[in-house]
């Protein structure tokens, strides 16, 4: 057993860090202030310093990092992109490396030629942005209840339904809509995916739902919004199982996030916890402190070695399911832990929204609730373990 | 042109030094390493000047053991062309550095060397300046400007001297060390990283090189820094002055 990293992996580590130092950590101060302003989402950094930003990966190649190379990637691989990921949470500025989100492995499985042209490569390189529609009002842990309808007439889709919680659906260049296509059959059979441009008629981005965090996602209603049957996404009846792997990815994916920011908060608590002076002691000479920092490191650890071992198993092409499940409840679990340890430490500046932990706290809550609530991942774990 | 570039790991500015109880050293475990930084300006420095010639190499080199691949693989990644490795486990003084760089200019006969004006690990500020007198090479340190005669066969260099900038000109081939101002180092890229994984890094044993490496110095004792104490208020001006002298001794 051989847990090094790969002399390439340590460098991309490194590469990334430096761009989190230079480019992303001094904007800290200004995320934070449009916080407080209201801002949220794609709008905490205004437009011309996220061009800039992307332009600055763009020329340190960072981007593509488990594209293939066919499609103009690096081919790296899930490991990397997640070292790049913790590296990136380490700082509150958000920012991706192109492309935005694991939609590349749902699109990788499922697109014709021609697709692959239109909103494959486009999409890896980072000229487009995607969203995917899956949930709904009365349909969200449990996507099979869906009641968005997509019915053929002649070569066209006809869809109805509404999806809500779509993340980034107006800067979405296309949006993955999950609809049902043969209700008897349901999510085994019934379920297709569609390919879904900007500005289709009948696509209305109805309201953007502010919740906790910096997310603002939207409510999205489709009012007889036809498409040609070339947006049939893979195999007509067979969205389902794409899907699952694109949610796995992500699941993959927020443990490093979670553990990036996890590591910033405990950096922050020991830093903190060496300068500031109680009853005459530092606060690093309690042991009420100490445990804090001994188990948020213990607990860190714990789940970058889960992500890591995730992610390498994904790499060699194994099924990680029951691995993405765990890491998703443990790592998201844990970084609230932290979280709230490191805003405790810091006392009245914990709370304060002149420290990013306040946002980190903020920002961790829904990572509980989407890409699957932990309940429903701790029951499949359970499920997988129980059956006969 | 042809350029040799020093690296030398050494250990994160960041990370925090421990001087070992004995004083023979510092504390190595878990410590993360990188290339000097003084070197990495060298390395981005030389970068600079072959895309600006549009031609060249930029060679790599560096003493010590097998670890020190990772930084070497960095500075590839960076965009040098290849690297030299020369292994060697025991501590060498700024003397052992210049004579085995002596004997590695002899070998690739580069038009400049570039290198840090010290490493960030013992400060020592000297391997470059005993390159040059060995070599009986120009030398230009604490460059913080570089530029080149159009028939590349001399140099102008600004330098960081006390109290303001001294610019002189030489013929080459010539030893350059850099200061903090001369630029701002790129970092690897990705297709860089990519690239890295392919270019040579040769390994020579120091033995090889025949040079004379017997220390000319020891190292007798490491010791922190004294703790800095807390400040002192005092109420009047008297009151200063009189701490100043009896307390302070300095006036
Ligand atoms: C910020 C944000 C962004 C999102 N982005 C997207 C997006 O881009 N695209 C998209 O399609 N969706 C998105 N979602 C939706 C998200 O995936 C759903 O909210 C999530 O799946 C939960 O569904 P629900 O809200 O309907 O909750 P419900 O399914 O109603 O669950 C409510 C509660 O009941 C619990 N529960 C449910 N079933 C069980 C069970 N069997 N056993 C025990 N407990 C159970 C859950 O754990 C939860 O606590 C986003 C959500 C948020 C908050």
């Not at chain 1, 999806?163 to 260049?173: L, P």
């Not at chain 1, 499940?325 to 490191?342: I, P, Y």
């Not at chain 1, 990013?356 to 829904?366: A, D, K, S, T, W």
């Not at chain 2, 925090?16 to 300006?41: A, L, M, Q």
Request: proline letters at 6%; one cysteine or more.
């Amino acid at each position: 057993m051989d847990f090094s990293l790969l002399e390439e992996h340590r460098m991309l580590q490194e590469t990334v860090r430096r761009f989190v130092k230079q480019e992303l950590m001094p904007l800290e101060p200004l995320v934070l202030q449009r916080d407080t302003q209201g801002l949220t989402g794609e709008d905490l950094l205004p437009n011309d310093v996220e061009d800039r930003l992307h332009a600055r990966a763009h020329e340190a190649g960072l981007g593509g990092l488990d594209v293939p190379e066919e499609f103009g990637g690096l081919n790296l691989g899930t490991l990397p992109k997640c070292l790049a990921n913790e590296a990136l949470h380490h700082t509150i500025t958000p920012f991706t490396f192109p492309p935005d989100a694991p939609n590349l492995h749902m699109l990788m499985q499922t697109c014709t030629p021609e697709q692959r042209e239109k909103y494959l490569l486009p999409y890896a390189r980072g000229e487009q942005r995607s969203a995917i529609a899956i949930s709904e009002p009365g349909a969200g842990s449990d996507p099979a209840g869906m009641q968005t309808t997509a019915v053929k007439k002649g070569d066209q889709w006809v869809i109805n339904g509404r999806k809500i919680w779509i993340s980034r659906a107006h800067v979405a260049d296309f949006i993955i809509v999950m609809a049902v296509t043969d209700k008897g059959k349901g999510s085994r059979g019934g379920m297709t995916a569609f390919l879904v441009d900007k500005g289709t008629p009948g696509l209305v981005l109805q309201r953007q739902i502010p919740v906790i965090g910096s997310h603002a996602p939207w409510e999205v209603v489709f009012e007889d919004m036809t498409i040609p049957d070339s947006q049939v996404l893979g195999q007509l009846g067979h969205g389902f199982a794409p899907m699952q792997l694109r949610l796995t990815v992500r699941r993959l994916e927020i443990g490093s996030w979670c553990v990036g920011m996890a590591q910033r908060c405990l950096d922050m608590m020991v830093d903190y916890a060496k300068q500031r002076v109680t009853f005459g002691q530092r606060l690093a000479d309690r042991q009420a402190i100490q445990w804090f920092i001994a188990d948020s490191a213990t607990d860190i650890h714990a789940s970058r070695l889960m992500t890591y071992h995730g992610a390498w198993k994904f790499d060699n092409g194994e099924d990680v399911r029951q691995e993405a499940s765990m890491l998703k409840v443990f790592a998201t679990e844990m970084a609230t832990r932290v979280a709230d340890r490191a805003m405790q430490t810091h006392g009245g500046m914990g709370m304060s929204k002149e420290l990013p932990l306040e946002f980190i706290y903020r920002r961790l809550r829904p990572m509980r609730i989407f890409e699957g609530p932990t309940e429903v991942h701790r029951w499949v774990i359970a499920r997988s373990l129980l059956k006969d | 042109m042809k350029t040799l570039v020093t690296v030398k790991r050494v250990p994160d500015p960041e990370t925090t030094i421990r001087v070992k109880p004995d004083g023979s050293g510092i504390v190595t475990d878990n410590i993360k390493y990188v290339i000097n930084p003084f070197d990495e300006i060298a390395i981005e420095e030389a970068l600079r000047i072959k895309e600006k010639q549009g031609g060249g190499e930029v060679v790599l080199v560096s003493i010590g053991g097998k670890s020190v691949t990772e930084q070497l693989r960095t500075g590839l990644a960076m965009g040098a062309d290849r690297a030299i490795l020369v292994l060697c486990e025991q501590p060498l003084d700024s003397l052992a550095v210049a004579k085995l760089l002596t004997k590695l200019v002899e070998k690739e006969t580069p038009e400049l060397v570039l290198m840090g004006k010290q490493a960030i690990d013992d400060d020592s500020n000297q391997a470059g300046q005993m390159l040059a007198a060995l070599l009986e090479w120009p030398q230009a340190t604490f460059a913080s400007k570089i530029d080149f005669a159009a028939d590349q066969k001399s140099a102008t260099v600004i330098r960081e001297v006390d109290g303001g900038l001294e610019t002189i000109g030489f013929a080459l081939p010539a030893i350059i060390t850099t200061d903090l101002r001369l630029n701002e180092p790129r970092y690897a890229s990705l297709p860089g990283i990519m690239k890295a994984r392919k270019k040579e890094i040769k390994e020579i044993p120091v033995a090889d090189l025949g040079a004379d490496i017997t220390p000319r110095l020891t190292v007798v004792k490491m010791a922190p820094p004294p703790k800095k104490e807390a400040g002192k208020k005092v109420e009047t001006v008297q009151a200063l002055l009189d701490l100043l002298h009896t307390e302070a001794k300095v006036i």
